[in-house]
């Protein structure tokens, strides 16, 4: 037979774990853990592997591994990009958030569909023995993730709850 102290401590559970579950919510509706998340992903491919892969390797090779990870990289940011628009339109943020979100699209898409597939066929050329013709492809492309980090850096902060909205 259950006694009143054993149902007040089930109930006192279940309330716990809603507050639990309604924490957990609220956090993935929050568009701050993707975007951390991206920045971290991008300094550590960008920023810390790509000089190590150029220090501890012959340059072909390098540009050889460099044009697989940012390949594979690519796909990974369209799939955060793709998390980020659905968190930013879940959250009720959208109004708000609308201009950076859509300039954090067109940098990536830049990226993605112009600048990568440039560098990729630099590269070959490299790779073949072919000393390509100067471009400003890869600064465009350092540029343009150093201003993607910092668009992300400001819709994580952002999107952080304030003291006052506790």
Request: glycine share 4%; charged share 15%.
């Amino acid at each position: 037979m259950r006694t009143v102290e054993a149902s007040c401590d089930s109930f006192a559970d279940i309330m716990h774990y809603m507050t639990v579950m309604s924490r957990i919510r609220n956090a993935l509706l929050n568009p701050a853990w993707i975007c951390f998340l991206w920045v971290g992903m991008s300094i550590g491919i960008s920023i810390i592997a790509t000089p190590v892969r150029f220090a501890s390797v012959s340059r072909p090779l390098a540009l050889d591994i460099g044009r697989h990870v940012f390949a594979a990289f690519n796909k990974v940011e369209l799939a955060a990009l793709v998390i980020l628009l659905i968190i930013v339109r879940l959250s009720g943020r959208a109004t708000r958030l609308w201009s950076v979100t859509a300039l954090l699209v067109l940098i990536v898409i830049a990226q993605v569909a112009w600048l990568t597939p440039e560098l990729a066929e630099r590269t070959q050329m490299i790779i073949d023995g072919v000393e390509p013709p100067s471009s400003y492809a890869h600064a465009i492309y350092s540029s343009l993730e150093l201003l993607k980090m910092g668009v992300l850096l400001y819709l994580g902060f952002s999107s952080l709850p304030t003291s006052d909205s506790k």
